[in-house]
């Protein structure tokens, strides 16, 4: 009843869309890239979205830390996006991790890949404990945390790294998605990828209220729903975007009892590919997704 009840006032707004006269291009129509727009390598971005089959049911091992403080009903979505994260071997390349808050992500990669070099960002100097931790224990030691903006890599040569990814980090930057944009794919190597995991999507009103409320009564101030409008935008200079959307039957799942919600959270996710077979525009009413751009 709640999925029926979001979708309707969600598709009712957008009903009111003959209000204005800008066009808005279908989710997997190329958009051309203006000449005026600095960001232009390649002559369009071609976006495309799916709720991905269920993974096995058991994670990437050493990478359950870095998701236990969510619920276990976005278990699917982890599965997903640190089957991604590790879809290629990072040993001998960097990875750069931005917003990387306690550092339980970086430090999980770090010791899958010892042969790699990580470097992790924050803004806060407080932030990184968990990478402080390991290196106490004489473990990841190929991480280098590193205190400042994320939206400033200046201290990075260009083409000089080959994954940027972020955990629930991009609501926080999209502020100012041209920077982003630009910084990222400067340094990245032709062929790298830039990952956002775990990000709020804005389509579904029903969700965003609930989300909107929970921003006001923690006064989180930098907090912000995700559109495929800010991933079209944060694609410019890339050669193509893919969303994987999650939690569009799921979302109200996530207050139940742990005990029934890992076998609930899977039919639901089933629930959700059935429901995109038949209406494919349903992908960008998924609450949560995982974002990947292509260099």
Known sequence: MALLISVF????????????????????EPVPKTTADPRQPTASVILTSDFPAAPAATMIPGFEAACAHYPVTDFPLFCHAYGELCREDLNGKTAVELACGRGDLVVALAKRYPGSCIIAIDRYPESGASIRAAHSRGEAQNIKYVCGDAQDLAFLSDASVDLVFGQAALHHLANDVTTLSLQTRRVLKPGGRLLFLFEPMGHNWLVSCVRSIQVARHEMGDESNLFFSTFRELALPFERVHVQSFNLCGYFLKGIPSSWATSLARFANRLDRAIASIWPGATKFGANANIIFFR
Not at 10 to 28: C, F, K
Request: aromatic share 4%.
């Open 9 to 28: 006032i969600s598709r009712l707004i957008d009903g009111a869309a003959w209000l204005d006269t800008r066009r808005v291009p279908a989710d997997n």
